[in-house]
C-alpha cells in the first residue's frame, strides 16, 4: 500500500470510529424510555418524538454534508460535526425538555458528518471495486456502535447509572473526539480557490437531484432502514417487554441483536456484492430475508428460534441497505460523490424522520393511550414495515445495475444487431 493509500485509510477509520460514537447516541434512549418518560413528563409516544427529532436534524444536513465534502475536504468539516454531536448529547443531558429537544436535533446534525464522511473517504480514495466493501465497513463501525447503545449502555442503565450522567459523559467524549479528528485528520491537498463554487454546489445538486437513479437509491435505503432506525432503536426494547413478556435485561439483549447483525452483514453483503460485481441480487436477496424475519417477528412464535438468532439475521439482512450508497456513487459523475452521498442520505433519513412520529400515533391510537400495549397493537401499527420492505424489493427492479460486471460485460447479440 502507498502513502496516499494509507493516509486514506487512516482518514477513513478515523472518521468510522466517529461514526461509532454518534450511532452509540442514537441507538442510546431505546434502553431508557422509561427513564426519559419520568424526566420529561412526557409519554412514550412523546418521548420517542423527542427523540426522533435526530432525523429532523441528520437529514436535511446530509445535503449539507455532501456539498462542502465535495466544495472544502473532510479535514475542514468532519471535526465541525464532531463537536456539534458533542454539544448536543450535553443539552440533551440537562433534564430541560426544549434544552433535549434542540440537542437531539443538534445530535443529528452533527452526526451526519460521520457517515458522509466516511464514505467520501472511501469512494474518493480508493478502487471502485472496493467501494461496497468499505462503504459496508463503515456501516459496520455505525451498527457496532448501535449495538453498544444498547448491549452496553442498557445493563448500565439497569446497575443504577443515572440517564443524564450517560448523555453528559458522552458529549465531554464528543468535544474530545473533534479535537483529535483535528489532530489526526490528514490535511486536504492544495486545490485551487474557485469563485463560483455556489454555483457548481448548485449544479451538483442539480445533477444529483434529477437523476432517477439517486431518488431510487434513496426510497430504497429508506424503506430498508426503517425497520433498524424507528422499529428496533426506538421500540424494540418496549416491544419485546410488553408484547412478548420478556424481562428488560433479556429484552435489551434481544433488541442489540439487530445492530449486532449489521456488524456482520454491511461489510459482508458490500464484500459479495463487489465479488460478483453486482448490486441488485443482493439488495433483492437482503430484502426478501428482512422481509421474513420482520414478518416473523410481529407474527411468529418466539420459541421456534433459539435465542438471538432472529434478530442477528434480521440485521444481517438489513445490511443490504448500505448497497444504495454505492450505487447512487455509481450513477453520478465521479466528482460529485460527496453530494451524491448526501443526497441518498437525505432521502434515506426522511423517512425515518417524517414516519417517526406517525409510527408513535399510530400505536397510541391503536391501543387508546393504554399504558400497557399488547401484541395486536403493536401488530396492528407496525405491519406497515412489510407493505414497505415489499416496495423496496419491487423498486430495485427498476434500478439499474452498476455493479463493475455489469458494466464490463458485452451487449447482447441481439443489441449488436439493433445497432
Not at 468539516?77 to 433534564?95: E, H, K, N
Not at 420459541?303 to 438468532?309: A, K
Not at 399510530?362 to 420492505?389: I, K, N, R
Request: some cysteine.
Amino acid at each position: 500500500m502507498n502513502r496516499a493509500l494509507r493516509t486514506a485509510a487512516l482518514a477513513w477509520l478515523i472518521t468510522a470510529v466517529y461514526y461509532f460514537y454518534q450511532y452509540t447516541l442514537r441507538s442510546a434512549p431505546a434502553v431508557m424510555m422509561p427513564q426519559l418518560s419520568e424526566a420529561f413528563g412526557l409519554s412514550a409516544a412523546g418521548v420517542a418524538s423527542m427523540v426522533g427529532l435526530f432525523y429532523w436534524g441528520y437529514s436535511p444536513f446530509s445535503l449539507v454534508a455532501g456539498v462542502a465534502m465535495d466544495q472544502l475536504g473532510p479535514r475542514r468539516v468532519i471535526p465541525i460535526g464532531a463537536a456539534l454531536v458533542g454539544i448536543g448529547a450535553l443539552l440533551f443531558g440537562s433534564g430541560n425538555s426544549e434544552a433535549a429537544s434542540i440537542g437531539r436535533f443538534v445530535q443529528g446534525a452533527g452526526g451526519v458528518f460521520a457517515l458522509v464522511g466516511a464514505a467520501y473517504i472511501a469512494s474518493t480514495n480508493f478502487p471502485a471495486s472496493r467501494a461496497a466493501t468499505l462503504i459496508g465497513a463503515t456501516q459496520m463501525f455505525g451498527m457496532a456502535g448501535g449495538a453498544a447503545g444498547q448491549f452496553l449502555v442498557g445493563p448500565a442503565i439497569a446497575a443504577g447509572v443515572s440517564w443524564y450522567s450517560f448523555w453528559i459523559t458522552m458529549g465531554i467524549v464528543g468535544l474530545a473526539v473533534s479535537a483529535l479528528l483535528v489532530l489526526l485528520l490528514p490535511a486536504p491537498q492544495k486545490r485551487e480557490r474557485r469563485d463560483d463554487w455556489l454555483k457548481e454546489a448548485a449544479v451538483s445538486m442539480k445533477t444529483v437531484f434529477l437523476n432517477p437513479q439517486s431518488i431510487l437509491c434513496g426510497m430504497i435505503a429508506g424503506l430498508l432502514f426503517i425497520p433498524t432506525t424507528i422499529f428496533d432503536m426506538v421500540w424494540g426494547v418496549r416491544y419485546l417487554q410488553e408484547a412478548r413478556g420478556f424481562d428488560y435485561g433479556a429484552a435489551v439483549m434481544r433488541s442489540s441483536m439487530v445492530p449486532l447483525g449489521w456488524i456482520i452483514g454491511c461489510p459482508l453483503l458490500g464484500f459479495v456484492s463487489d465479488r460478483i460485481g453486482r448490486r441488485k441480487p443482493v439488495i433483492t436477496g437482503g430484502a426478501v430475508v428482512l422481509l421474513a424475519c420482520l414478518a416473523w417477528i410481529l407474527y411468529g412464535r418466539t420459541d421456534l428460534f433459539p435465542p438471538y438468532v432472529l434478530g442477528l439475521v434480521t440485521g444481517l439482512a438489513s445490511g443490504a441497505a448500505m448497497l444504495p450508497y454505492t450505487v447512487i456513487k455509481e450513477a453520478n459523475p465521479p466528482g460529485m460523490s460527496g453530494t451524491a452521498t448526501g443526497v441518498v442520505n437525505f432521502i434515506n433519513f426522511t423517512f425515518s424522520a417524517l414516519l417517526g412520529p406517525v409510527f408513535g400515533s399510530l400505536l397510541l391510537t391503536v391501543s387508546g393511550g393504554a399504558d400497557q400495549m399488547t401484541l395486536g397493537h403493536y401488530q396492528t401499527a407496525f405491519e406497515p414495515l412489510l407493505y414497505g420492505v415489499a416496495l423496496a424489493i419491487i423498486l430495485t427492479f427498476l434500478l439499474k445495475e452498476t455493479g463493475p460486471a455489469a458494466l464490463a460485460s458485452p451487449l447482447p447479440a441481439a443489441a449488436h444487431r439493433a445497432t
